[in-house]
């Protein structure tokens, strides 16, 4: 772990131990009697000022980035060395040649350094903003090592973003709060995690605080059995068993969606036959997705997902307002 303060340390030292170094020099060696060299040396110090700075990065530097900052330090105390050796080059020679030859030196030099360290310059430059979704809901508690394979899956995503570049996770369940908001990759992430609702029993003891325990225990046990029709069918799909694909869709359709209607009319009065339609479309939608992920059709099931998730709000807010409107007292 870094220590907070010890990046704006090591850049303050490097910017003193740069002015020592450019005074001692100009002093014995006479630098300021040959400005293309002393110009060369200041240019040499900006890679590892620009990496220190970015990395302590109290604020960006609009237009200015290194593809390698771990690499400027080295490179420019390399270039500081190369240069030194051309203050050897003898006063005696024509001082057009001398400047020509330092002056080309330099830039050889230099453009080595640029080549290393990738210096990339030009208008602001545009940056990487990556948000991962990580699943909280008690699903996850069935995926052997969850919390090592996200982390890795973490590491992973950090490997190919500049230290410019911004991630953060947000965390999902029955509900979905920001569990890191995006900061820089070299940045170390928060360390709290987001409370969210991790399944349907969640949801049940809200609808249990409006209707009741005996409200609650039925939305459990249709909610639960309804998970493992799901859970029967996606893996049906895995193992490309149609028989059980065949008995979860019958599972789903006759038991569930029957059973789930009926029990949502009775407190909020809404219709059971268009209750009983809705969500079979919801059957049918998350069928969809899980149908696109077994073909291996990732933009099939991103679009499924979405048409899903727009389907849920046809459901969710009737459901809403007739709640409302059946406990009007719970929600002044």
Known sequence: MTVAWLPA????????????????????????ARPVLFAATVLALVPGGLGLFSWWGPLDIPGVRLER???????????????????????????????????LSALALLGLGVAVTGVELGRPLDRLSVLIAIDRSRSIDLVPNAETRIAAELRVAELGMRDEDRIGTLAFGTTAAVEDPLRPKSRLPAPQRAEVGRDGTDLGAAIGGLFGQEAEDEWNRIWSAHNGFFVDYTTGVATDDMAMQDQAVTD?????VPEFSSFLSGPTGLPEEALAEL???????????????????????ADADREAAMHMRMLGDPLAEAIVAAQPESFE
Do not use: C
């Open 69 to 103: 900052p771990w690499l400027a330090v080295p490179v420019s105390l390399a270039l500081l060395s190369g240069i030194a050796r051309l203050e050897r080059l003898s006063m005696r020679q024509n001082r057009t040649r001398r400047v020509l030859s330092e002056l």
């Open 9 to 32: 340390l090591v850049f303050m030292a490097f910017l003193a131990s740069s002015l020592a170094y450019l005074v001692v020099r100009a002093r014995r060696r006479g630098l300021f």
């Open 279 to 301: 969500i079979t479309e919801h059957v049918l939608t998350t069928k969809a997705i899980v149908d696109a992920q077994g073909a291996g059709d990732a933009a099939a099931a």
């Open 252 to 256: 789903l359709t006759e038991t569930y």
